[in-house]
C-alpha cells in the first residue's frame, strides 16, 4: 500500500512540474520597491495557475502587470495566472512582474534574494534571484 | 546660378527641420529644484547653453522609471564614448513629498550613476508642478493601501518620456523613455551639436 502511494505521489509530482530560470531582482534601496523578474516555464502536461508569491524581503509582495494606457504608463495588481502546459510565463520589465513592497533590507548588485511562488498543482517554488542593477 | 542657391537653402532648412519638428520654448519657466546633494538650481535656466535630456521619475517606482533611468545612463555613457560635450541629464521626482535629496542620493549611489552630468531633482510640488506642464508631463496617484504596519503604498500611473531640450531651450523631440532607440537619440545630440 506504501508502494503504491508513493508511486501515486510520485506521478502527481511529476505531473505538476515547474521550472523557474533567469531571475532577477532589480536593485533598490530599504523601504523601497522593485521587481522579481524571471522565466516560469510549466513542464506538466496539465495547465497550473500561479496563485500567490512571498518573499522574506519586502513587507508585501503582489503579482502586478505593467499596462498602458492612453500613452501612459502604470501598473495594476493581476490575479492568478494560468500557464498552459509547455508555455511559460515571462515575468519581465514592463509587463507582469513580482512586486516587492517596502524592502527589508538594501538589495544590491550580486547579492541574493530568495523568493517563493506558490502554483495550485505543483505547490510552492523557492527560488534564489541574484540582484541586478539593470538587465545584463 | 541664384535659383540653385535658393533650392539649397530651402532643401537645408526643410532638412533641418524634419529632424527636430518640435520647438517649444521652456526657458521662460525658471522654477527652483534642489539636488541629490540638496543643491538647490533654476530649472531650466541653470542648463541654458547645453543640450539636456530630462525624464521626470518617482523612486518608489518598480519598472518603468528604472528603465527610464536606466536608459539615460545607457545615453550618458554613449555620449562619452563619442566624446560629445556640454550635454546634461536630469531627473525631476514628481513625487517630492517621498523623493527627499538624501532619498534621491540612495537611487543614484545604488545604480552606480554617474552624477558629473546626471542630476536628479526633487523641489516644492508647485515648481515641479509648473515644469510637468511646461514638459507635458501627466502623473496621476493611484489608490493607497497598506502594509501589515500600516504603512502606505501607493504608485503613480505617468507620461513614459525623455525630453530632448536644445542649448536655447526648446524642447526638441520627445522619445519614450522605458524603450529607447540609442542610435536615435545620438544622432539627434549629434544634429544639435552640429
Not at chain 1, 4 to 29: D, H, M
Not at chain 1, 104 to 126: C, N, P, S
Not at chain 2, 57 to 81: A, G, R, W, Y
Request: net charge neutral; with cysteine.
Amino acid at each position: 500500500m506504501l508502494y503504491f502511494l508513493s508511486i501515486l505521489l510520485l506521478f502527481f509530482q511529476t505531473g505538476a512540474k515547474i521550472t523557474v530560470e533567469n531571475q532577477w531582482i532589480r536593485s533598490a534601496g530599504k523601504g523601497m520597491n522593485t521587481a522579481f523578474f524571471a522565466d516560469v516555464k510549466n513542464m506538466s502536461s496539465n495547465a497550473d495557475t500561479l496563485y500567490k508569491v512571498t518573499s522574506p524581503l519586502a513587507k508585501l509582495v503582489q503579482v502586478h502587470e505593467t499596462f498602458e494606457e492612453n500613452g501612459m504608463m502604470g501598473m495594476r495588481e493581476a490575479g492568478n495566472l494560468e500557464i498552459k502546459p509547455g508555455e511559460t510565463l515571462k515575468l519581465k520589465p514592463r509587463s507582469f512582474h513580482v512586486m516587492l513592497i517596502g524592502l527589508k533590507k538594501e538589495l544590491k548588485r550580486d547579492q541574493i534574494g530568495e523568493v517563493t511562488l506558490y502554483f495550485k498543482h505543483a505547490g510552492a517554488v523557492k527560488v534564489k534571484a541574484r540582484v541586478k542593477n539593470k538587465i545584463e | 546660378m541664384r535659383h540653385f542657391f535658393f533650392l539649397l537653402i530651402s532643401l537645408l532648412f526643410v532638412s533641418c527641420q524634419s529632424k527636430f519638428p518640435e520647438k517649444e520654448f521652456v526657458g521662460n519657466r525658471s522654477e527652483v529644484l534642489v539636488n541629490q546633494d540638496s543643491i538647490a538650481i533654476n530649472f531650466p535656466k541653470h542648463y541654458s547653453g547645453k543640450i539636456l535630456l530630462v525624464s521626470f521619475i518617482f523612486t518608489n517606482c518598480p519598472d518603468i522609471c528604472p528603465l527610464t533611468t536606466h536608459n539615460l545612463q545607457l545615453i550618458q555613457q554613449k555620449v562619452k564614448e563619442n566624446k560629445i560635450e556640454n550635454v546634461a541629464f536630469a531627473a525631476i521626482s514628481f513625487d517630492p513629498e517621498r523623493d527627499t535629496p538624501s532619498l534621491l542620493k540612495q537611487y543614484a549611489d545604488i545604480r552606480n550613476l554617474d552624477l558629473s552630468n546626471y542630476n536628479l531633482f526633487t523641489g516644492k510640488r508647485e515648481n515641479i508642478k509648473s515644469l510637468m506642464e511646461a514638459f507635458h508631463i501627466v502623473a496621476i496617484a493611484g489608490d493607497t493601501t497598506f502594509t501589515d504596519d500600516k504603512e502606505p503604498v501607493y504608485f503613480f500611473t505617468h507620461t513614459d518620456r525623455i525630453t530632448l531640450v536644445d542649448q536655447e531651450q526648446n524642447i526638441r523631440k520627445s522619445y519614450r523613455g522605458s524603450e529607447i532607440n540609442l542610435e536615435e537619440i545620438i544622432t539627434d545630440i549629434k544634429n544639435l551639436g552640429d
